[in-house]
């Protein structure tokens, strides 16, 4: 198949270990451009777009959402303010993800009190069932 150089959008998936439909995906919201296509229909993506989609992809993994993403692309690594744009942008994801970080740890402290009570089996109902609906606090105070 004929590609001028460029790669399918099979090769792209292949070599990023990003999902087909993510890639299509990313075209649609502007992270990637959209592909020339071949005589026969292909999108055939330029060899450049694996490193770009490796930085979406990273970014991702770090909880850059989508918009921060596309404004960290447009930024020119060798002029002047590229650096404090990215720190701010850095920044406030660094923010975020520390505030997911306590939600997360308020999250395992209910859920180990919950399992570890109902490993004791110290009093009636089930004590992961009423940490769902709510009800973990009443559940406590009879308890003690």
């Known amino acids: 198949m004929e590609t001028h150089g460029g790669i399918l959008r099979a090769q792209l ?12 995906y990313y075209e649609k919201v502007g992270l990637l451009p959209e592909p020339p296509r071949s005589s026969n229909g292909y999108r055939v993506y330029s060899p450049e777009l694996v490193e770009r989609l490796q930085f979406v992809l990273r970014a991702r993994e770090l909880g850059f959402l989508l918009e921060e993403i596309k404004a960290l692309l447009g930024l020119d690594a060798v002029q002047p303010n590229a650096c404090n744009d990215a720190h701010g942008i850095a920044k406030a994801n660094l923010a975020a993800v520390r505030s997911k970080i306590s939600d997360l740890q308020k999250m395992e402290a209910i859920l180990a009190s919950a399992v570890a009570d109902c490993e004791s089996r110290d009093f009636g109902g089930c004590p992961i069932l009423n940490a769902l609906s ?9 308890k003690q």
């Open 134 to 142: 709510g009800s973990s606090l009443n559940a406590q105070r009879t």
């Open 13 to 24: 998936a292949r070599k990023t270990g990003c999902n087909l439909e993510t890639i299509r």
